[in-house]
């Protein structure tokens, strides 16, 4: 799954009052996730885990790690600690800023040990993030924005 975090607006939507609805939002991420799996094993292949790709270009503690978001991050980690336990077999975080660094202080205590062990963070430098993920999945299973060749419709 991929997640163009780095254009959400967290703070705006806590100060609105639905950090909750965003928080579905996420939820209903990792059900499509399990769903895929699921159907992929009722075609007969040997699938467990799924990816994540965060891609946190234009990210800023302002807007996406303000104190006001703290709760969106302790109930995402959470609930995807609780639900969906030893699910993921990459997790990566790219094009982020060093400010990034503070949520990352705020999820780890909360993330179980094989979820840090999948974990990678990269900056800024597209080409480390480029080939790792390249090394991780096809560039026919990525989007144009992170080095692959899929094209996303606009809907």
């Not at 705006?12 to 769903?35: H, M, T």
């Not at 997790?91 to 990034?100: E, L, M, Q």
């Not at 990269?122 to 060749?149: C, H, P, Q």
Request: charged fraction near 25%; include cysteine.
């Amino acid at each position: 799954a991929e997640l163009p975090f780095g254009d959400w607006n967290v703070r705006q939507v806590a100060l609105s009052g639905k950090l909750r609805k965003l928080l579905r939002y996420c939820f209903k991420l990792f059900e499509n996730a399990d769903e895929k799996i699921r159907n992929l094993r009722a075609q007969g292949k040997n699938v467990t885990q799924w990816g994540f790709i965060a891609d946190l270009d234009d990210f800023t503690v302002q807007t996406q790690a303000c104190p006001i978001c703290t709760p969106f991050y302790a109930g995402y980690i959470s609930t995807l600690e609780s639900n969906y336990p030893g699910a993921m077999d990459g997790v990566f975080a790219v094009n982020t800023p060093a400010s990034f660094e503070t949520v990352i202080r705020l999820m780890t205590p909360f993330m179980r040990g094989d979820t840090r062990a999948v974990f990678e963070v990269f900056g800024t430098n597209k080409e480390k993030w480029i080939n790792r993920l390249d090394a991780y999945m096809d560039k026919a299973e990525r989007s144009v924005r992170l080095g692959g060749t899929k094209v996303r419709d606009s809907a």
